[in-house]
Nanobody
């Protein structure tokens, strides 16, 4: 089992930026498929971005604004979020599974972090 700890959330104004971090322990991130999901208030969990050794994918509504990356030396995956909008407000979760495949379905992951709140004010 992989332990995941997210950080970097907070309150930001429209147009601002945040960088979320997901620190993994128990497995090296280079062997994991890792994803970022978000859950806006009253809505189901949504795919945001994912990365594995085979590549990366980003959900269309955040493409060009959000970037997922991985730093193997720190065993950490990042989500750089630029040009933030009020509709990006959500709890953001990091997820992982030992796989080489980029996975966009929440049900595909077997390890989750506790989540970090991102609030974008208008």
């Amino acid at each position: 089992q992989v332990r995941l700890v997210e950080s970097g959330g907070g309150l930001v104004q429209t147009g601002g930026s945040l960088r979320l971090s997901c620190a993994a322990s128990g497995r090296t991130v280079s062997m994991l498929s890792m994803g970022w999901f978000r859950q806006p208030p009253g809505k189901p969990r949504q795919f945001v971005a994912a990365i594995s050794t085979s590549g990366a994918r980003t959900e269309d509504s955040v493409k060009g604004r959000f970037t997922i990356s991985r730093e193997n030396a720190k065993n950490t995956v990042y989500l750089q979020m630029n040009s933030l909008k009020p509709e990006d407000t959500a709890v953001y979760y990091c997820a992982a599974r030992e796989s080489r495949v980029v996975m966009t379905a929440a049900s595909a992951y077997d390890s989750w972090g506790q989540g970090t709140q991102v609030t974008v004010s208008s």
